[in-house]
């Protein structure tokens, strides 16, 4: 699991429990976001309230492998696994000691939020992807 490059250590709140007694699953959407923030900073992307150029979550999926349950601490992990014309792939894991809890995929689409429109991946940001692959 070291090949990706963005990892955020976690704790697990009293809060991000269900009535289950476990961790909701949306909880692990919000994790992934903040691994993926973190990804976009990295590569240089305005998040917030992006006036030009930025990034938007087109899709994202989550297979659950184990609960969660307080107290725990998690680490979340991202990395980008392909790159398209105007959106970028990536890959979520979300382990708790040495095992997978959880794991997924993301689409973000490259928005020009001034014109209200997709555009191409700029080539600084694919540079910052392959930087951070490397």
Avoid: Q
């Avoid at 030009?52 to 991202?78: H, M, N, Q, S």
């Amino acid at each position: 699991m070291d090949d990706y490059p963005i990892a955020v250590e976690l704790p697990v709140a009293w809060g991000d429990m269900d009535a289950f007694g476990h961790v909701n699953n949306t909880v692990y959407i919000r994790w992934f976001e903040t691994a993926r923030i973190v990804l976009c900073e990295r590569l240089g992307l305005t998040i917030d309230r992006p006036e030009g150029l930025g990034p938007i979550l087109a899709t994202v999926t989550c297979d659950f492998v184990r609960p969660v349950e307080y107290p725990a601490t998690i680490v979340t992990k991202a990395r980008v696994t392909k790159i398209g014309g105007r959106s970028f792939g990536v890959e979520h894991v979300v382990t708790s000691g040495a095992e997978v809890v959880a794991s997924g995929t993301a689409v973000i689409v490259l928005f020009d939020y001034a014109a209200g429109e997709t555009v191409a991946v700029p080539d600084e940001v694919r540079d910052a992807i392959s930087s951070l692959a490397s």
